[in-house]
């Protein structure tokens, strides 16, 4: 059936064996520009239940193609070669209808789906359980996939199931014959009236109406992108880069999906601190001089992408390479992300000459520093970053100094004092001064307590929060709140070994056996400690066992643990002033005696 809606717009209707013989043939297409698969395991499992009760699933939005496509394009996920020409676009629907083709032909590599054969009663209040369920699967290195259930026709039968691959619409006939005498163990009545039961069902698939809004030839492309990100009904909206992507194929030719999937190979590690498309679509906008906010996005020369994309890929690799040198690896311990596209976009202005660009990288070193300590960015983080970014280009081209940009300005962002760092929580939460600090312990080189390895980006997966004042004494025998106990001054990352290892051990204890066992004695473990910007003499303290009285051991861990906190605290203090001034690790500042 078809309906003119006017505007060169048709409303029509076709069902999912129809959908699925153009997608066979690849007369149905995707461009070039929609994004990838998006659905999780329940949508797809909703969307097949819908099916099965005759439930609405919504309409598509497709593009008549006459003698030459618009957009580049390509199969849907797990649809074979095309082998016919061309003649629709998929604009909206490629969730739903990826979702019915794979669950159908059974191709999702970690997912079966199954019906329950008898419809299921209603609960207490009227409402009908799913009538699909979903089986998580695997492969063995015996290369059997599991669970082994889930692949034999009979223990299937027995649980009220059958697969969502004998639905598929086609004939399947021989095939579903197969699996219903395998299910009833032979008994030929039992068989023909499953099969039955089943056909049923097929046809209900088969002729279930998905129905579209047809564009029809010669609509402008623009026109079709404009629909296209208006009309777009899937469970997973549009974001930002979707629409950018498909205005940027639009706009020069190209795919932004491909040109990301280069910089990932270029810079592997990016994805362990941000999304790589929002990095680049702040980056971008930084560069344009907007803020890095999504209504900036919007506003972006794509043109401009596409001619100063190598730069662009230089200047988010660039910002990387920074945050690696100075040891922050990943997001869980990122104190801000708001560095890394205001990084990525200064690139360009990064001059190369000796003495020159040794300057402009000890005022990154500063800037990045800044960022992660003062309170620059807990507020209007776009808007400030844009001004950052001016002024900082200005001072690498020579056009103003340092005191011109913002987050230098020491009476507005003072760097943390010592109160402050008292307070900072526990580094795990997203706390920034509790990340910055756990993060100049890392600048220090982090080594194990015990096994002297320095935390690297491979090694810090191995490395566990460790409360230098162990949790278990300052709770016992300190009865310190939690908020007390887990402080980021009375923290340091060690590995799972060395933190189990010392367990519960009051600190004289412990540092007395990395002492003992050490062959270099307490010179190494001193050095060790100070990696972690943790000073020897106020941690070495215990006894508290040998104290007669509760409340002579909760003072004494109460006093030393206070006079630990604050010892650590002016040596983080010192250090991070010195990065603050773009001084690379200065790990005298720890007094260790």
Not at 36 to 55: H, K, P, Y
Not at 337 to 353: D, E, F, G, I, Q
Not at 474 to 502: K, Y
Request: hydrophobic share 40%; glycine share 6%.
């Amino acid at each position: 059936m078809t309906f003119t809606t006017g505007d060169g717009v048709e409303a029509r209707d076709r069902n999912i064996e129809s959908w699925f013989q153009r997608i066979q043939t690849g007369q149905v297409r995707l461009p070039r520009f929609q994004r990838r698969e998006a659905w999780d395991e329940e949508n797809v499992a909703g969307l097949l239940d819908a099916v099965l009760r005759g439930l609405p699933i919504g309409s598509t939005l497709v593009l008549e193609i006459g003698d030459k496509e618009p957009f580049i394009t390509r199969p849907l996920a797990g649809a074979p070669l095309p082998v016919e020409r061309c003649r629709e676009h998929l604009l909206d629907g490629q969730q739903r209808l990826t979702a019915l083709w794979k669950s159908l032909h059974d191709i999702y590599e970690d997912l079966t789906f199954f019906v329950h054969i008898n419809e299921p009663e209603p609960d207490e209040d009227g409402a009908l359980p799913s009538r699909v369920m979903r089986v998580k699967r695997w492969v063995h290195r015996n290369r059997q996939r599991y669970p082994v259930w889930a692949d034999e026709a009979e223990q299937i039968f027995e649980r009220g199931l059958f697969p969502a691959f004998l639905l598929l619409p086609g004939d399947i006939s021989g095939r579903r014959q197969q699996w219903c005498d395998k299910a009833v163990k032979g008994d030929l009545k039992a068989s023909r009236d499953l099969e039955n039961l089943l056909r049923d069902l097929q046809e209900r698939v088969k002729n279930f109406n998905l129905p579209l809004l047809l564009l029809e030839v010669g609509t402008k492309p623009a026109t079709a992108l404009d629909v296209f990100v208006k009309m777009n009904t899937s469970a997973v909206p549009l974001n930002a880069f979707d629409i950018i992507v498909a205005q940027f194929e639009a706009r020069t030719g190209k795919s932004m999906h491909d040109l990301m999937v280069d910089l990932r190979e270029k810079c592997p590690t990016l994805e362990a601190y941000a999304s790589p498309e929002q990095i680049v679509l702040q980056a971008t906008a930084l560069r344009s001089d907007r803020t890095p906010a999504q209504a900036s996005f919007y506003q972006l020369d794509l043109s401009d992408v596409d001619t100063s994309w190598d730069e662009i890929s230089a200047g988010v690799r660039w910002a990387v390479q920074v945050m690696e040198e100075e040891c922050v690896f990943d997001n869980q311990r990122l104190p801000t992300v708001t560095a890394l596209p205001l990084l990525a976009a200064l690139h360009k202005y990064l001059p190369v000459a000796l003495d020159a660009h040794g300057n402009a990288r000890a005022m990154i070193r500063s800037y990045v520093w800044r960022s992660f300590v003062t309170t620059r960015y807990e507020n209007a983080s776009s808007t400030r970053s844009l001004q950052d970014f001016r002024a900082l280009r200005d001072v690498l081209q020579g056009k103003a100094d340092r005191s011109k940009v913002p987050i230098f300005r020491d009476e507005d962002y003072p760097l943390p004092q010592i109160d402050d760092l008292l307070r900072a929580g526990w580094p795990r939460r997203k706390e920034t001064l509790a990340r910055a600090i756990l993060a100049a312990s890392i600048k220090g080189g982090a080594f194990d307590i015990a096994d002297g390895n320095q935390a690297t980006r491979e090694r810090l997966r191995a490395r566990e929060y460790h409360h230098i004042f162990p949790d278990s004494l300052l709770t016992g025998d300190g009865s310190l709140p939690e908020g007390e106990r887990s402080r980021a001054l009375n923290c340091v990352l060690i590995t799972m070994s060395t933190n189990r290892n010392i367990s519960a051990k009051e600190p004289l204890k412990y540092l007395r056996e990395r002492i003992d066992k050490a062959d270099l004695g307490e010179t190494v473990v001193r050095d060790r400690l100070r990696s972690h910007i943790v000073p020897f003499n106020e941690l070495n303290v215990g006894g508290y066992s040998l104290m007669k009285s509760a409340e002579e051991r909760r003072e004494r861990v109460k006093i030393d643990y206070e006079t630990f906190l604050r010892a650590r605290a002016v040596a983080v203090k010192t250090a991070l002033a010195a990065l603050c001034e773009g001084l690379n690790w200065p790990n005298e500042g720890v007094n260790d005696g």
